[in-house]
C-alpha cells in the first residue's frame, strides 16, 4: 500500500504521487486513472481525498474527466511556442505552428473563416485606424492530433486584406504574412504582450476546459519597414496547455566589453 505522511494534506500528497507517475509514463496520455475505489484502497483513504486530489489535477490541467467514462490522463503533451524562432520557420516555407507540432510528434490540422467587422477601440489603437472602420478578420482553430489546443484571430484593414488578396480561407504557400510581403508591406517588427487571463464562455467551450483555468491571451502586433502597422493577432490557449518561450543573447554586451 503506498504511504502518505503529515503535514501535508494527504489529497495534496496523493495529487504529487498520481502526478509524478504521468509524468513517468505509468498513466499513458490518453489512459484512464484507475477509479475512486481502487484509488481509496491503495492510499488507505476516503473517495472524498481521492475526489479532492483529482481535483487539484483537473485544475492543472493535468487529468481530464469525461462524464460516465472516468478520469482520463491529457492526451496532448504541453507544447512549447517559441517566440523567437518561429517566424525563421516561416521564412523556411513552414508554419510556426506544424514545426512546434512536429516536435512532438503531434499532428497538427486547423480551420479557417473570414469575417468583416467594425474596428473595436483596441483594434482601431493597435492598427492606427479609426473606430468603426472595417477590418478583415481571419479566424483560426488550431488542433493537435484533433484536440483543441488554440484560437487565434487577425485583423487586418479591408484595404490591406483586400490588396493582399487574403479575403478568402486559403491564402496560398506561407499565408497572410506572405501575401503582405507580396504587396510590400512585409512584417518586419513584432510586439508582443502577454496576458494570463480567465477564459471567455466561448474560449473555454473551444479548448474543453475546466472551470477556472485561466487561458494565455498573446497579442500580437506585426508592422512592416515603416514600422506602421499591417497585423494584429490575438492568439488564445489553455495556461496548462502551453509553455511560452522566450530566448535571446547578450552577445553585444560582451563584445563591447
Same mark, same amino acid.
Given at each position: 500500500?503506498?504511504?502518505?505522511?503529515?503535514? %501535508?494534506?494527504?489529497?495534496?500528497?496523493?495529487?504529487?504521487?498520481?502526478?509524478d507517475r504521468i509524468q513517468r509514463g505509468v498513466h499513458a496520455?490518453?489512459?484512464?486513472?484507475?477509479?475512486?475505489?481502487?484509488?481509496?484502497?491503495?492510499?488507505? /483513504?476516503? @473517495?472524498?481525498?481521492?475526489?479532492?486530489a483529482v481535483g487539484v489535477l483537473r485544475s492543472e490541467g493535468v487529468v481530464r474527466v469525461r462524464r460516465g467514462k472516468g478520469v482520463f490522463v491529457r492526451s496532448v503533451p504541453v507544447i512549447t511556442r517559441t517566440a523567437t524562432q518561429r517566424y525563421a520557420a516561416r521564412d523556411k516555407g513552414r508554419g510556426a505552428y506544424d514545426v512546434e507540432l512536429a516536435e512532438l510528434g503531434l499532428e497538427p490540422h486547423w480551420t479557417v473563416?473570414?469575417? @468583416?467587422?467594425?474596428?473595436?477601440?483596441?483594434?482601431?489603437?493597435?492598427?492606427? /485606424?479609426?473606430?468603426?472602420?472595417?477590418?478583415?478578420? @481571419? %479566424?483560426?482553430?488550431?488542433f493537435a492530433n484533433d484536440q483543441p489546443v488554440q484560437l487565434a484571430d487577425t485583423y487586418l484593414t479591408a484595404e490591406?486584406?483586400?490588396?493582399?488578396? /487574403?479575403?478568402?480561407?486559403?491564402?496560398?504557400s506561407g499565408g497572410t504574412y506572405s501575401r503582405l510581403a507580396d504587396v510590400g508591406r512585409k512584417p518586419i517588427y513584432f510586439t508582443e504582450d502577454v496576458t494570463c487571463r480567465?477564459?471567455?464562455?466561448?474560449e473555454a467551450t473551444f479548448l474543453d476546459m475546466e472551470p477556472n483555468q485561466p487561458v494565455f491571451e498573446v497579442l500580437l502586433v506585426a508592422s512592416g519597414k515603416d514600422h506602421r502597422p499591417v497585423a494584429v493577432t490575438q492568439h488564445v490557449m489553455a495556461g496548462h496547455q502551453w509553455r511560452l518561450r522566450y530566448d535571446w543573447s547578450n552577445q553585444g554586451e560582451e563584445q563591447a566589453e
Open positions: 500500500m503506498a504511504s502518505v505522511e503529515a503535514p %501535508r494534506p494527504k489529497f495534496a500528497q496523493i495529487a504529487d504521487i498520481i502526478r496520455p490518453g489512459s484512464p486513472l484507475p477509479s475512486e475505489p481502487e484509488l481509496s484502497r491503495e492510499f488507505g /483513504v476516503s @473517495r472524498i481525498t481521492i475526489n479532492r473563416t473570414v469575417d @468583416r467587422v467594425p474596428a473595436s477601440a483596441q483594434a482601431a489603437d493597435l492598427l492606427a /485606424v479609426e473606430v468603426g472602420s472595417e477590418l478583415v478578420v @481571419r %479566424r483560426r482553430r488550431f490591406l486584406a483586400e490588396k493582399a488578396g /487574403v479575403t478568402e480561407p486559403d491564402t496560398g480567465g477564459a471567455t464562455q466561448n
